[in-house]
């Protein structure tokens, strides 16, 4: 059975898609759609739906709940992800943003302080090593800072240091070269007066470097200034400023010195090394290179019980010759090296040296910056550079002819009395009055000596020699001294115009005075020995192993005769004091003091002694005669001026009765010039 469905009254059925509003009292108002049913072109019928208002409105306030609710759980959804990515974004970042602010304000102790293993951290960790090295880097500014500062302030005491002036010396001309390295280094040299007639030439290196190596230089300067005054000994001197600095010189820093003490009267040099590099002597005349290398310790070391400063330092004398060059230097000069690490070296130097030895020292100095210059190329320089040259301009015997002729112009001329131009020229009085007399009788001959004074070579071996020597032991260790002079004496060119006991004291100075030192030197330097030498040195090794280690006998025997030697000359030189506090003037002691020289390898030390003992007492027996016999002696003459003089001579003291002592017979500057060249052919070559 088919129903047809029939529309609720008041609904137009021809509506489709459009909602109509009845009323019903089942339902009350219901809104009502009609929709047409269609396929492929084909209309199959309508579609009739009915809903009530209220269902509706119930419908749509329910949506509202839950939209309500959805939306209340959304907003607290959001403000959790707001919370959550604030905290792991946000804060993170502000926590950057802090530290960085922190960090541009110089605040670089505190660490930014971000946890967790994302970005925000590998951040963070870059930020906070970034503040360590901003940290390094400043602390290294600050450092760098200090240390310019006190570089700066080394520098300027290093300048304080140095001499403003440079001695006048009659005689010697003297120059100097100093450089300052990129480091403030310590090297120093300095001019002290002694006395009136002596002078200290010094030339020291500290080890240390900035402000401690310059306050020990001041303290080295301030005790050789102090402690040079009146001392005329070398090793005195510094004897005196070891035990002043020692004391105060920081662990691990030392001094090395080269002290000269020039007496500018005799025109001889006295010096002595604390651990310094060698003095070099050239002699044109010979075209001679010397290595003055004295035995010393550095000062401001603090020895071992039972090692004394004193004992392990010496002294040695040398007369200088017109045209003889002293060159002290530090190691700034052999070791300064160009672009391609190539130091300048020692050859190179005594090449420079004998090549330019005819210049002036002013001359010398400035060809040799120039030369220096050259090598280095610009490049920057880890140690200081310092040089004293020191030329001889005249012989002794010129030097005292000018000083006697300019003493005769200063009384007689110049009206400068007695007592005061003798004091000025270190003279006393009764020299004066000595060679005015010559004078009178003779003219300018009568100024000279009689016999002229000649310089000896230093009693050493030659640069050469020294490297002949050393060049034999590395093929030969087994020669001894003997050997080594027959050797020299076949290299010709008169590298054997020396003394055994010349070279065996040069042996002593490089440790080679033994076999086995000389074969251990051999074997480092002069590479394989053959089976011989090896065999031998097995032998010698065997037996100083097994032989317990004393001295070397001939090393010891050397050590005595060198003490007991030293002891003669320091006796010797107490009674040529003796003879001028006697009142025997200094040509005449001077005369006497040559004479003993002379005699020092023909007498022993006990006649020497018993002769001076002689000369004094005849001394005093002289002058207690003239005394006594009313006859004015020369000794008595220092106190004496002209006005005195014809005072006597108007009481009736006649000047005639002074014998004049050593009054020389004439002689003219032709034999006094032949004189000269002959003492200078008497000189070996090199």
Not at 133 to 158: G, H, L, P, T, Y
Not at 524 to 530: H, P
Request: proline share 3%; with cysteine; aromatic share 8%.
């Amino acid at each position: 059975m088919r129903t047809t469905y029939q529309a609720p009254e008041g609904i137009d059925t021809s509506l489709a898609g459009e909602a109509q509003l009845f009323n019903t009292k089942e339902y009350g108002n219901t809104y009502y759609v009609v929709e047409d049913i269609n396929y492929q072109d084909n209309r199959y019928g309508k579609l009739h739906i009915g809903f009530g208002e209220d269902r509706l409105l119930q419908g749509i306030a329910q949506s509202r709940q839950s939209i309500l609710l959805i939306a209340v759980i959304a907003m607290i959804a959001v403000l959790g992800a707001v919370y959550w990515l604030s905290n792991y974004f946000v804060q993170p970042i502000q926590k950057l943003i802090e530290g960085v602010k922190r960090i541009g304000k110089g605040d670089l102790d505190s660490k930014i302080a971000v946890e967790g293993a994302g970005e925000f951290s590998a951040i963070a960790e870059a930020f906070n090593e970034m503040r360590v090295k901003f940290k390094e880097a400043q602390a290294n500014m600050v450092e760098q800072e200090r240390m310019r500062k006190e570089m700066q302030v080394a520098q300027d005491i290093q300048h304080t240091l140095l001499p403003k002036n440079f001695p006048d010396i009659e005689g010697f001309d003297i120059a100097t070269i100093y450089r300052a390295a990129k480091d403030v280094g310590g090297d120093y040299y300095d001019f002290v007066w002694i006395d009136e007639r002596t002078l200290g030439i010094v030339v020291a290196d500290v080890s240390g470097k900035g402000v401690p190596g310059s306050l020990v230089m001041t303290m080295i300067r301030t005790a050789i200034r102090l402690e040079s005054r009146g001392t005329r000994s070398p090793v005195e001197i510094l004897c005196n400023v070891n035990e002043f600095v020692t004391e105060d010189v920081r662990k691990g820093m030392f001094v090395t010195i080269f002290l000269v003490v020039i007496d500018t009267q005799q025109r001889k040099i006295s010096f002595a090394s604390a651990g310094h590099n060698p003095m070099i002597l050239y002699r044109k005349d010979d075209d001679k290179t010397f290595f003055l290398n004295p035995k010393g310790i550095p000062l401001g070391i603090t020895l071992p019980e039972g090692v004394n400063f004193e004992d392990n330092l010496v002294s040695e004398n040398v007369k200088l010759k017109k045209g003889d060059m002293l060159v002290m230097y530090t190691d700034g000069i052999t070791e300064a090296m160009n672009p391609k690490k190539l130091q300048y070296g020692m050859p190179r130097f005594l090449e420079f040296i004998r090549d330019n030895s005819d210049l002036s020292p002013d001359e010398f100095a400035e060809k040799f910056q120039d030369d220096l210059n050259g090598f280095t190329q610009g490049a920057e320089q880890n140690d200081d550079i310092t040089m004293v040259v020191i030329k001889e301009k005249m012989e002794v015997d010129e030097y005292l002819y000018a000083q006697r002729k300019k003493l005769l112009e200063m009384v007689d001329v110049q009206k400068i009395p007695v007592g005061e131009a003798c004091r000025q020229l270190g003279f006393s009085s009764s020299t004066y009055y000595r060679y005015k007399k010559r004078f009178e009788l003779y003219g300018d001959e009568g100024l000279l000596n009689k016999t002229l004074r000649v310089d000896d070579s230093p009693t050493q071996l030659t640069y050469n020699q020294r490297n002949l020597v050393l060049e034999i032991i590395r093929k030969n260790p087994e020669f001894g001294p003997t050997r080594i002079k027959r050797e020299l004496e076949t290299a010709g060119n008169g590298a054997g115009e020396v003394e055994e006991r010349t070279i065996y004291a040069e042996l002593v100075r490089l440790r080679l005075n033994t076999k086995r030192q000389r074969y251990e030197f051999s074997k480092r330097w002069g590479g394989a020995l053959t089976p011989q030498q090896e065999e031998e040195y097995l032998k010698i090794s065997q037996r100083s192993d097994q032989t317990p280690q004393t001295v070397d006998r001939s090393t010891y025997v050397e050590q005595i005769k060198e003490s007991i030697q030293r002891q003669e000359e320091t006796k010797l030189a107490e009674f040529k004091d003796r003879l001028r506090e006697l009142g025997v003037d200094d040509d005449r002691t001077d005369v006497l003091s040559a004479m003993f020289e002379e005699m020092e390898g023909q007498v022993s030390p006990e006649q020497l002694r018993l002769l001076f003992d002689r000369v004094a007492g005849r001394v005093k027996a002289l002058d207690h005669d003239a005394e006594t016999k009313n006859v004015l002696s020369i000794a008595r003459l220092e106190s004496i001026d002209e006005k005195q003089w014809e005072k006597r001579a108007e009481e009736g003291i006649s000047l005639e009765v002074i014998k004049m002592p050593d009054e020389p017979e004439p002689m003219n500057f032709d034999d006094y010039e032949k004189k000269l060249t002959q003492g200078k052919g008497k000189e070996s070559t090199d």
